[in-house]
């Protein structure tokens, strides 16, 4: 016989649960007490309930196991919803449990009463309020059902107290299975549609592959990667996709989009079939008028979601199904059949982007002793031997980090590429480091972005985390300024802060973490790596970098995907 | 175009604010919504008249679909189908038109369910086109409220929505 809490937690452990991120409160202390008595999932306590939410969204981004929240009802509860924002726009798996009043005074305005289901409906993919605690095993195990399979999301339960009364005890049994007669994600792609699709790729004269962060969610890069091998085509990724293909293998055009390469973008715009995998045609790809994206191609979709398919580009094969079980039959298919590539037409079109890569956009020159910010991400590439775990923040450094850092390696690259949440980086990487303590981590940030989640480090000294963190520093809110140099004519409305920026080294210091501060390019590989080298601490490595640097190539507003600025003076 | 989404959902607490609360969230407009159990007590059906060309139809349909607590669900103006509204309509009547809102109550196929010496309480029921064209008949008559339920539907022949 078990109490509401202890069920609650002992169900955790059965759904595999051995890790959870939370922060106790009135209304969730009978589950905090039922986890004091036991030893079977750990808690990790977070200094802000955001940081909770991200730290397991992290751990989730880099194992592909749900991330696990606790919290406490009011506050607690409203504190989590950027963090749910955040994985529901890039389909993260994540299980929130929020403390509730009592079911009697639910909407009586009691303290800290927030009503938790209807704030957070938006911005899940389903929600729960436990009516009754015999209900508990089966809501838990609907709820890891329901977050895990389709296409994957956030669900919140929220807990009313009396629920989790440890006097009141009941029998405990976890159920086996789960059936919602009204939730049934594909387990197949369309068999038709598949085979309609591969002729159509084959017979392509300038086909690219565009593949999204659906890739890396639905385990499909092996796939993927035979795929794009077997077929020799270019491919590009989305943010959300990078690592999902091999960023240094030759067939790879880097990432497209608003800040992707010329040569992705251009092939993008020229191609006459394009396989997108798991990718959702979002704005930051296709850019403002759609009606002028690809107008030669034929659009061969893969999405586990069907309102993701022909939500803003038409495609002209849907298929909707698991990337992986849909590339694995199209792989078949193609094996048997590559005699029917145009092979002098793919050659000409290899020629092509030959000639657009050439253009170097990439390229970083330097300037004496001034740190380039895209120099950092080099260097980090360097130091870390392309092998680590980087999370980011929003803003330049993100670009920078998703231009400069080759992943070879699907969920390496965590970031928050839908809601685009500043405060993200730290906390997602405690949540990494957590998952993989030996694992090298990264956190590529700037002075604006850490200082919105900061107060984790307080928690990385608690869990002894040694992270490193690379804070890109410009003085100013990079990307803003960006836009204001672009479109404003220079106008920095409130996007610099210079004289009121913290000391980071010594707020590292103050944290009981190590801070070390890099003004020039000659020191900036060598101290990386000393930072790098140091193996059982937190590291807070504060680069000062040029501040008036530009995240290029940008797409033009407005234009086609072929229409990009490639420097302050230069546009296609 | 206007069109017809009837669903089957779980009937429990927070299912309709799911429903509502898609339509808001992605700017999607709902014109009617009717909602009741049906004659499995787990079941309700709703019913939801809204206005969008095909992609924004295809949009609502699927995410109506994503939702856990929406079992099944049909366009029904996709087909043939009977949809029916009621209509009760207070109107302020004296003298001749007492005679003259009896007459078209009946043209319509409607009920006075209520009389006073000035008042008429008149029952209608139909397509919304139908409660339409007899409030604009009533032209000169001083309507004092008017309630509709919105559109139920329901396909013809023997499609059906059910598990």
């Known amino acids: ?572 | 175009m206007r069109r017809i989404i009837s669903m089957l959902m779980e009937n429990e607490p927070g299912a309709l604010s799911r429903v509502v609360g898609l339509f808001s969230q992605r700017n999607y407009n709902i014109n009617s919504l009717t909602v009741a159990p049906t004659d499995d007590s787990t079941l309700s059906r709703l019913t939801v008249t809204t206005i969008g060309d095909d992609r924004k139809i295809e949009q609502i349909v699927k995410h109506l679909n994503k939702l856990v607590d929406v079992v099944k669900l049909v366009d029904l103006t996709e087909g043939s189908h009977l949809e029916r509204e009621l209509m009760l309509i207070k109107v302020k009547v004296n003298g001749a038109q007492r005679a003259e809102v009896m007459r078209l109550a009946e043209i319509f196929r409607g009920e006075i369910v209520d009389v006073t010496t000035s008042i008429y309480v008149v029952q209608l029921s139909g397509t919304s086109k139908k409660l339409d064209a007899f409030i604009a008949a009533l032209e000169g008559v001083q309507v004092l409220e008017v309630v509709r339920t919105g559109v139920s539907g329901i396909s013809r022949s023997d499609k059906v929505l059910s598990l």
């Open chain 1, 1 to 572: 016989m078990l109490s509401g809490g202890e069920m609650l937690i002992r169900a955790l452990h059965d759904e595999g649960v051995d890790l959870i991120f939370g922060y106790p409160g009135g209304t969730a202390l009978h589950i905090y007490d039922a986890i004091f008595q036991q030893d079977k999932v750990n808690h990790i306590l977070v200094r802000h309930e955001q940081g909770a939410t991200h730290a397991a969204d992290g751990y989730a981004r880099a194992t592909g196991k749900p991330g696990v929240v606790l919290v406490t009802s009011g506050p607690g509860a409203t504190n989590t919803i950027t963090g749910i924002a955040t994985a529901y726009m890039d389909s993260i798996p994540m299980i929130v449990i929020s403390g509730q009043v009592t079911r009697n005074a639910i909407g009586s305005d009691a303290f800290q009463e927030t009503d938790m289901v209807g704030v957070s409906r938006p911005i899940v993919k389903h929600s729960f309020l436990v009516q009754r605690p015999e209900d508990i095993p089966s809501v838990v195990k609907k709820a890891f059902h329901i977050a895990t399979t389709g296409r994957p999301g956030p669900v919140v339960i929220d807990v009313p107290k009396d629920v989790t009364d440890p006097a009141d005890k009941f029998p405990y049994e976890y159920p086996e299975s789960v059936k919602l007669r009204s939730y049934s994600p594909p387990q197949k792609g369309h068999s038709g549609q598949i085979k309609k699709a591969v002729e159509i790729l084959l017979s392509a004269k300038k086909p690219i592959i565009y593949a999204g962060g659906g890739v890396v969610q639905g385990e499909g890069s092996e796939e993927l990667t035979q795929l794009t091998q077997a077929l020799g085509y270019p491919i590009t990724n989305t943010l959300m996709g990078l690592g999902a293909y091999p960023a240094t293998d030759k067939q790879f055009l880097g990432m497209l989009g608003m800040h992707g390469t010329y040569e992705a973008n251009m092939a993008m715009h020229e191609s006459d079939v394009i396989l997108a995998v798991g990718a959702r045609f979002d704005d930051r790809v296709t850019n403002s008028d759609i009606s002028k994206f690809c107008p030669n191609a034929t659009i061969l979709h893969i999405d586990i979601d069907p309102a993701s398919i022909s939500k803003t580009v038409t495609a002209h094969i849907p298929i909707v199904g698991p990337v992986k079980a849909v590339l694995k039959e199209m792989n078949e298919q193609v094996d048997t059949a590559l005699s029917a590539i145009d092979a002098d037409a793919l050659e000409r079109w290899w020629e092509n982007i030959e000639h657009w890569r050439e253009r170097n956009c990439l390229a970083v020159k330097s300037e004496g002793e001034v740190i380039k910010p895209q120099q950092v991400i080099q260097a980090l590439y360097a130091v870390t031997e392309g092998d680590a775990y980087v999370t980011s923040d929003v803003g330049q450094h993100q670009m920078f980090a998703a231009q400069y850092y080759h992943f070879d390696k699907p969920r390496r690259w965590i970031n928050s590429g839908g809601l685009g949440t500043m405060g993200f980086g730290l906390p997602a990487a405690m949540g990494v480091q957590l998952a993989y303590p030996d694992a090298t981590v990264a956190c590529v940030t700037g002075e604006g972005s850490i200082q919105m989640c900061i107060q984790e480090l307080s928690t990385c000294k608690q869990c002894e985390l040694p992270i490193k963190i690379v804070n890109i520093n410009n003085e100013a809110l990079g990307m803003v300024r960006q836009w204001q140099d672009m479109q404003y004519s220079g106008r920095h409305s409130h996007s610099t802060y210079a004289d009121s920026l913290p000391d980071f080294v010594k707020l590292a210091e103050a944290y009981g973490h190590v801070g070390i501060r890099i003004e020039k390019l000659s020191e900036l590989e060598t101290k990386l790596a000393e930072a790098f080298a140091i193996k059982d601490k937190l590291v807070f490595i504060d680069v000062v970098v040029d501040q008036n640097e530009h995240v290029y190539p940008m797409a033009i507003r407005g234009g086609a995907m072929n229409e990009m600025f490639l420097s302050k003076t230069e546009r296609t």
